[in-house]
């Protein structure tokens, strides 16, 4: 065991001595140590959350969402732009595309969308925290929880390790989803008037679909082709794109192929990530 404890210790120092310069000195990038404990503290929080909100009553947050989701879509929405313009439409390779860690404008942008991206995986954190004060715990599932509870420390060695080049593709496709399922779930949050504009939520669902599918394609090529990335970040984007396209794509068949779906009114998983809709599963 203490064997393992140095061993990890030499190899977060290995990380360390290997980071990006350029990152140094960006808000919550000195260390690891503070993302990991706020993922800690919301694995904690959602643990003992049934015990504080039991002789609680839900609490209405219908215009809180309303505003939540509105910036949510203003932020998503800008991230998006940002990929684009510093790297996708800037002169990125859909083939082997290099983290470029030089002092240039254009690189910096995307070091800077990339960091963006990171802080946005926090305050998506506030998801279930909406759930839990309007006591949906039937929507903070082990899915629901382990995506957003990995996602920032995930990010975090992505910013300090390789802020851009090819992993950003994901990034890039995961900003326009968000900005297009935020969209839906300010629209769901305005009430039943607001219902006749949601008409597009199977394909959102599809969207999603797509985006597991191209970002497995794209990070496949580099398992046959020679590209100066590190393979470790490729093996690790494309594991988790594989684990969502799974259950995106059981969500579908159950939701839209048989006769009686799981899910209330063909709600889409990751629409109990605000509280739009009340489901009976959730990714």
Known sequence: MESLVFQALDGYQSI??????????????????PSF?????YFIFVWVSPALMKNRKPMELRRILMVYNLAMVALSSYTFYEFLMSGWLAGYSLGCQPVDYSNSPQALRMARACWLFYI??????LDTVFFILRK?????????VFHHGIMPVSWWFGVKLVPGGFGTFHSLLNSFIHLM???????????PAFQKYLWWKKYMTKMQITQF???????SQLLIIDCNYPIVFVYWIGLYAV???VMFANFYIQAYRKPKAPYENGATPHQARNGSVTNKKLS
């Open 37 to 41: 404990v706020i993922c800690l503290a």
């Open 243 to 245: 684990i969502f396209l």
């Open 16 to 33: 360390l001595d290997n980071a990006d310069p350029r990152v140094q000195n960006w808000f919550m990038m000195q260390s690891a140590v």
């Open 181 to 191: 399922m935020y969209t839906y779930y300010g629209l769901s949050a305005m009430g």
């Open 213 to 219: 599918i191209l970002v497995v394609i794209h990070s």
């Open 136 to 144: 949906k715990f039937n929507q903070v599932s082990f899915l629901h």
């Open 120 to 125: 946005s995986k926090f305050i998506e954190l």
